[in-house]
């Protein structure tokens, strides 16, 4: 069985996960030519079929089958309702919490194939418990994982056209932190989430410490604009055909908006942010071999770190730091702008071996570099090509 369940214009609520199935498509009602984008700005996509979640559950459209295929969501508002394409893991019990799926699996059993995620519009998604596997941590902050979408397959994924606006729901948070000498009421940071994982965090965790996963093929993510405030934009691993440059994962076109002059006061929910933190605050993050990141955009802003005087490190414009073997090879970087905000670099960060890649009429934000970084043990720097980049390559 299968087909496209249409949801004319309207609004739906629903209290849990909207669990679909191989072969199904969900599909609102037509937004037309509507964009994402407009350049660097949000367009004007705006679905007239509305879903909406539990604020702050991190609920929404859910398949986490290993062998699940062909199936997707097209032109639906989802208001508080991620997008959750994730891959099958092998977990501690029966029980499916995210406890056991996010810190106590063991292996990755498949990723399925097939998936599309195309012409949605996403807000508010958050979790807001900052560690779903300690109990006793009270504070309510968003959970470091959250992420509006993410979509999981060993190939053909399309991401696309999708708009995850500024967030439409405020509230305050009152806050007992380690080594804060008051209680902290502060504002409750709905997009300080992932914005785009594509085959990366979940299998950065598992893969990182059980073996590894084949990198996946056919995967396109373009046209999409991702507002965030913390962590990362758009986030990926990928493979091409072994031998061609930019042959791997297709990133084309989309835009990253971080929020500037905001403020980060813990970024586990625990303990007070100082200036040696990291929020990420990072555009691009890609693993993987072959990828093909072409005119994406970026404003990029790290954050001030509660009560200090320090930004949060980090801010990087495109950065791969960790991949199969710890290898940057037969990248293209073509044409990325990151020079709307106030950081923003372009790097390969302390890799094994930085071989074949081409960097091509990039432009970093003012100030920051374009290149690789290498240390003692991480220096295998060759066969690179770099021209027309704004500043000039070091490094490659």
Same mark, same amino acid.
């Given at each position: ?54 604020? /702050? ?154 073996? /590894? ?25 990928? /493979? ?47 693993? /993987? ?108």
């Amino acid at each position: 069985g299968g087909g496209v369940v249409y949801f004319p214009a309207g609004s739906y609520a629903f209290s849990s996960n909207i669990l679909i199935q191989s072969n199904i498509v969900i599909r609102g009602d037509s937004t037309g030519s509507a964009k994402a984008k407009k350049g660097t700005q949000p367009g004007s996509l705006s679905p007239k079929t509305i879903f909406t979640c539990k604020f /702050g559950e991190h609920a929404g459209v859910f398949n986490n089958d290993p062998k699940g295929t062909n199936f997707g969501i097209v032109n639906v508002h989802l208001d508080a309702c991620a997008v959750m394409f994730w891959p099958g893991l092998k977990t501690v019990g029966s029980a499916f919490n995210l406890k056991s799926y996010w810190w106590e699996a063991t292996d990755i059993e498949g990723m399925g194939a097939s998936k599309l995620v195309l012409g949605n519009r996403i807000h508010d998604v958050t979790y807001t418990h900052p560690n779903p596997s300690d109990s006793s941590v009270k504070n309510t902050w968003p959970w470091a994982f959250s992420t509006a979408i993410a979509a999981y397959s060993d190939n053909n994924t399309l991401v696309a056209n999708n708009l995850l606006s500024k967030a439409t729901k405020s509230m305050k948070t009152t806050l007992s932190l380690k080594d804060a000498n008051r209680s902290l009421t502060v504002e409750y940071p709905v997009d300080n989430r992932y914005g785009i994982d594509a085959n990366k965090i979940l299998l950065g965790g598992v893969a990182g410490k059980y073996g /590894g996963h084949k990198c996946p093929d056919a995967q396109v993510v373009r046209d999409n604009y991702v507002y965030m405030n913390g962590r990362v934009g758009v986030s990926w691993s990928g /493979g091409g055909d072994g031998k061609t440059v930019g042959s791997g994962t297709q990133m084309y076109n989309n835009h990253v908006e971080v929020a500037a002059g905001t403020t980060c006061w813990t970024v586990d929910g625990v303990r007070l942010m100082t200036g040696h933190d990291t929020n990420e605050n990072r555009g691009y993050d890609q693993s /993987g071999y072959e990828n093909n990141v072409t005119m994406n955009t970026g404003h990029i802003n790290r954050q001030k770190a509660a009560d200090t005087s320090y930004m949060s490190v980090d801010g990087e414009g495109i950065l791969q730091q960790a991949s199969t073997g710890n290898d940057g090879i037969r990248n293209l970087w073509y044409k990325n702008d990151l020079s709307g905000g106030s950081t923003g670099y372009l790097a390969f960060y302390n890799l094994f071996n930085v071989e074949y890649n081409q960097l091509i009429s990039n432009t970093a934000a003012k100030g920051e570099f374009i290149g690789a970084v290498v240390d003692a043990t991480h220096h295998n720097v060759q066969h690179n090509q770099c021209k027309d980049n704004h500043p000039a390559c070091i490094r490659m």
